[in-house]
């Protein structure tokens, strides 16, 4: 018997992503020693006092019995209170706050809350995937991809922004290309998508992933016209541990949270606890040190990265946020980043974001200064 996947499935794009990772197995198996710039995966461990608290949390059998798919009001207020403290923002925890098993699942539950089918949905191009994928394609949406240019800074221009789309997705601190974006754009794009009935999805998970003496805003203080996704999963190093939150316009919340309940069972209430230790560390707009001591770690390495690509003459931007490096190589990128396998370094291609990512590839930091600077030595002998 063979079993054929429903239309939607098989429009999903081949996951070049997938094809990168067989590539690299290969290598490994050849011996080579493989430095890792691929995958957004923090290769930091979680800071002490967050493992410490799911270890208590999970000796408490009050932990192990179902929790509550839109999160614990505990955790709740939490989020609600670092809203406050980080962006001077008020939230009511049991109407515009829910919690999400990763930021990723949210982002694509809410096209299917509100999106129907035929409906169109935005995806900047380039992007992270899911937008276009687990949101619009297996919702039964048309994907309109807006393109961000480079001299536009990788904002998307508000007037590229079509009027007939049911909903946009927009991510700053972006990734790929690490590009931030001010409360007055944001601002903009509210005002765009409020005149036109737009649905304002702003993913902002890397809000905390911020160098130098910058801090992303949050879409929120544009205005409540829009659903902010945000996680632990970067700013903590928690990626593993599969908790994030929406906030927002209370219908939006009220949709996602009705979605979900009917798929999810939530977070794990040993992960709540968790998260409730790591975002209660913002007393005020600035990172805490808990955070501030993470974040200085990918600033190291993005200097030593940056500085030693620009002696190679290609000149990537020095990056305000993520942990990013997008590179622009100026030409095929499958054929850059195959050339790269073969010294035993690994960078995404920039095409598996999008054809506008084509020219570029992503390098990103989640590895050791003097595994950067191995990398770069290799480099040398290969460009
Ligand atoms: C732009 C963006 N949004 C969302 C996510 C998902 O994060 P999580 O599901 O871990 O919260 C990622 C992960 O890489 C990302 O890059």
């Keep these: 018997m063979r079993y054929e996947m429903a239309d939607r499935l098989q429009r999903l794009p081949p996951y070049l992503f997938a094809r990168m990772e067989e590539m690299v197995a290969e290598k490994k198996a050849q011996g080579l020693d493989m430095i890792d710039f691929g995958i957004g995966d923090p290769d930091v461990p979680t800071p002490g006092p967050i493992i410490k608290a799911v ?5 408490d059998p009050s932990t192990h019995t179902y929790p509550s798919s839109s999160g614990e009001r505990g955790t709740r ?13 008020d939230l009511d925890p049991d109407k515009e706050v829910t919690v999400l098993i990763g930021s990723k699942e949210g982002i694509a539950n809410i096209c299917r809350a509100f999106v129907n089918p035929g409906e169109k949905v935005i995806s900047p191009d380039p992007a992270y995937p899911v937008y276009a994928n687990g949101a619009a394609t297996l919702t039964d949406a048309i994907t309109v991809r807006v393109p961000l240019h480079e ?21 700053y601190p972006n990734n790929p290309t690490g590009a931030v974006a001010d409360i007055e754009y944001l601002k903009r794009v509210m005002d765009q998508c409020r005149d036109n009935g737009i649905i304002f999805c702003y993913d902002n998970a890397y809000s905390e992933m911020c160098f130098d003496d ?24 928690m990626t593993g541990y599969r908790m994030a939150y929406a906030v927002g316009n209370r219908d939006l919340v009220a949709g996602l949270r009705k979605c979900k309940s009917q798929i999810d069972s939530g ?18 707009p600035r990172l805490p040190k808990m955070v501030r001591d993470n974040i200085d770690i ?11 690509l620009r002696r190679l003459d290609l000149n990537p931007p020095m990056p305000k946020a993520t942990f990013y490096i997008w590179l622009n190589i100026g030409g095929d990128s499958m054929a850059f980043a195959e050339k790269m396998l073969d010294a035993g ?20 930091l989640t590895q050791s200064v003097e595994r950067i600077e191995e990398a770069l030595t290799r480099m040398v002998d290969i460009l």
Excluded: H
């Design 214 to 237: 910058y801090l992303a805003p949050s879409a929120l203080e544009a205005g409540m016209d829009c659903i902010e996704f945000g996680s632990v999963s970067k700013t903590f190093n």
């Design 77 to 89: 207020v939490v989020i609600a209170d670092y809203y406050k403290q980080r962006f001077g923002i």
């Design 298 to 308: 990918y600033q190291g390495r993005r200097d030593v990265m940056v500085a030693g």
């Design 151 to 171: 001299k536009d800074g990788f904002l998307m221009r508000v007037e590229d922004i079509p009027k007939d789309a049911k909903m946009l997705y927009l991510n």
């Design 55 to 59: 270890q208590d949390a999970v000796a």
């Design 345 to 364: 370094i690994v960078v995404t291609p920039g095409i598996g974001f999008g054809d506008m990512g084509e020219g570029y590839v992503r390098m990103a």
């Design 267 to 284: 977070t794990p209430k040993f992960i709540q606890r968790a998260a409730m230790r790591a975002l209660s560390q913002f007393d005020g």
